[in-house]
């Protein structure tokens, strides 16, 4: 059978009837088989507090099946048996169809938990790092600090991690400096501005707080911050912080008295040496004990915490990044990370309507991002790894993002079940909530791994059309270049717009436009209509359209689909029963007539 023949289900609209349906009831799930397809029964598999039960489903409509899922657990696990009319038989799950018994692991999952905001599911997300973004004319009249490393905007960034410059090295962007160029925002279709953080920090970086009650005046203090949430939410967009919740700096106000044996000593992890744990062994980074409940008061939980009340007027902030949010609240045996984002996601619903907590993870996120604490997660993992393999260079100065070894190069197939894998581990919704990341201020830019600037709009066009939030690294639209975190992290070059990727910042525009214009693209399914080891082609469905995307790493021939006619989204020909042969890397996306 053809990839388009095989049975399907997913967690969009066209497949289950109620993303976040009420505890105790049930939902309707559908799943979608060939007429080529000799299927004879199918049974939907669900589990009553860890109990196998079975439920029959019924043939509707021809192709399609219809069963009832009774929501008995928050979480509640699913699959599906079929059975043929040989006898054979077979099981569905998030990764597709198994012809063996395998494990739970990846199930479907339906969430009775509230999903995130609208708005943060939505839209598109830009990210900027404040040092190196731009200068207001009042960064001049600022004195450098005197831990800071002074340098020009055009100056080299320093970047390896042996020299002591690295952190230090300021170029003096600040929040003003936004607010100055935020049609360019607007040029690049995002409506999401999240910046890393702003408190006060002795590093260009400012993870290393020290203090969370004030902005750093650096970047032109609360007043400054202010006018940058006003500017932001004047155009209807939304405002997100940074917060580092697993850590403080060693010069934080907190850490100064606990050193001093204060009543704050008991918020750190301080041993009988007078030594105390931190994150990854960095000593400017103590970490946080948050079993202690007067930490959490303080960073977390209740209307006077760190957390809800930059939420608050005046500075109206959207919601949080939660830096290494895998590791806060975890240390040896302790493991408290559950009811830290329960605490922290609760006391934001407390103080907005729609607040979004998303948590930084750069690997496996299952067991965080299921249930009631972060929405979703930075999804390296499930988006940036399988991306980076299928469209790096051959030959590249791009270093890896947290392993010892290069990004490899592979093939389509690979990369499909990838990427169908850590959808099915965190589940439908958890994944759709989470950002595509190409870039980000922690890895190298997309531009250096690709190279190539026609691959380059085509890793922009899996950002957008592939389930998931695209998160823009501020630069990648032009094609800034670096060969790892601190290297991406280079000034954007307002001054010198001649050296711009016009292209490549038009292609993020438009499909920043066909995001926001095509449903399918925002809440759709995904169902694979042709993979090879150069093209990967899908279809985004939802019961308002059908989007046939199809996307090449390299030349290839014309490839035939047994699909309706549709109308070309971007600036190519329709879609007519075949896809067109391409002479290199390209992305073309189709509206398909229906049925």
């Known amino acids: 059978m053809s990839l388009l023949d095989r049975p399907h289900h997913d967690g969009s609209p066209l497949y289950l009837a109620d993303e976040a ?24 598999r669900t589990t009553y507090d860890a109990e196998p039960t079975y439920h029959p489903m019924a043939a509707r409509q021809p192709g399609w099946w219809e069963g009832e899922l009774p929501v008995h657990n928050p979480v509640t696990h699913y699959r599906f048996l079929i059975e043929r009319a040989d006898g054979s038989q077979a099981w569905l799950t998030g990764v597709g169809e198994q012809h063996w018994d395998v494990s739970d692991a990846f199930d479907f999952k339906v969430v009775t938990y509230p999903p995130a905001p609208d708005w943060a599911r939505d839209g598109v997300v830009y990210q900027i790092f404040p040092d190196r973004f731009a200068r207001s004319s009042a960064a ?32 003096g962007g600040d929040l003003d400096g936004i607010v100055a160029h935020l049609d360019h925002i607007a040029e690049v279709g995002a409506d999401i501005v999240y910046t890393t953080p702003v408190f006060p920090g002795e590093s260009n970086h400012r993870y290393n707080a020290s203090t969370f009650d004030h902005v750093d005046d650096l970047l032109g203090g609360d007043a400054a911050y ?20 697993n850590h403080t700096g060693d010069t934080h106000e907190w850490f100064r008295r606990a050193q001093g044996g204060g009543p704050t000593r008991d918020w750190y992890y301080f041993r009988p040496d007078g030594g105390y744990e931190t994150w990854m062994g960095h000593h400017t980074l103590p970490k946080l004990d948050h079993t202690n409940e007067d930490l959490r008061r303080a960073m977390i939980e209740g209307p006077d915490s760190v957390v809800a009340r930059w939420l608050r007027q005046p500075y109206d ?16 045996a302790i493991d408290v990370n559950h009811r830290v984002a329960r605490i922290l996601r609760a006391t934001a619903a407390e103080q907005r309507e729609d607040p979004l907590v998303i948590g930084e993870h750069n690997h496996d996120a299952f067991h965080d991002i299921d249930g009631d604490g972060w929405h979703g997660t930075m999804n390296y993992a499930g988006f940036s790894w ?44 958890a994944s759709t909530q989470s950002w595509s990341i190409l870039s980000s201020h922690d890895s190298a830019r997309i531009r250096t791994l690709v190279r190539d600037p026609a691959t380059h709009r085509v890793a922009a066009g899996l950002q957008f059309t592939l389930p998931g939030v695209p998160m823009l690294f501020a630069g990648d639209e032009i094609g800034l270049e670096g ?81 309706p006619a549709g109308a070309a989204l971007l600036d190519h020909e329709d879609f007519a029963g075949e896809l067109p042969a391409a ?13």
């Not at 320093?158 to 090295?169: I, L, M, S």
């Open 386 to 429: 399988p991306v980076w393999s299928w469209l790096r260079a051959e030959q590249t100065d791009a270093r890896p993002f947290g392993r010892p070894v290069a990004v490899p190069r592979r093939p389509g197939g690979l990369i499909r079940k990838s990427l169908d894998g850590w959808r099915a581990r965190f589940g439908w919704r």
């Open 21 to 44: 349906p009420e505890l105790g009831s049930s939902v309707v799930v559908r799943v979608r088989t060939s007429g080529r397809d000799p299927v004879s029964r199918i049974w939907l």
């Open 317 to 332: 902030v959207d919601g949080w990044r939660i830096d290494v949010a895998n590791m806060t609240g975890r240390l040896g």
């Open 483 to 563: 060969v790892n975190g601190e290297d991406g992290r280079r000034p954007m070059p307002w001054h010198r717009p001649e050296g711009w990727d016009r292209v490549t910042l038009a292609t993020y525009g438009a499909l920043s436009r066909l995001r926001r214009e095509h449903v399918a693209l925002r809440r759709g399914g995904l169902r694979w209509a042709h993979v090879g080891d150069d093209e990967l082609v899908f279809l985004r469905e939802h019961p308002e359209e059908t989007l046939l995307v199809a996307v090449r790493r390299a030349a290839g021939p014309a490839i035939p689909l047994d699909l």
């Open 226 to 245: 202010q006018r940058l949430s006003t500017a932001i939410h004047q155009r209807g967009w939304r405002l997100l912080g940074d917060l580092t919740a």
């Open 140 to 171: 001049d009249e600022r004195p450098t600090p005197a831990w800071a490393t002074p340098a020009g905007w055009d100056d080299t960034v320093v970047f390896e991690g042996t020299d002591p410059r690295t952190p230090t090295q300021f170029f």
């Open 583 to 595: 002479a290199g890397p390209a992305i073309r996306i189709w509206q398909l007539a229906s049925p």
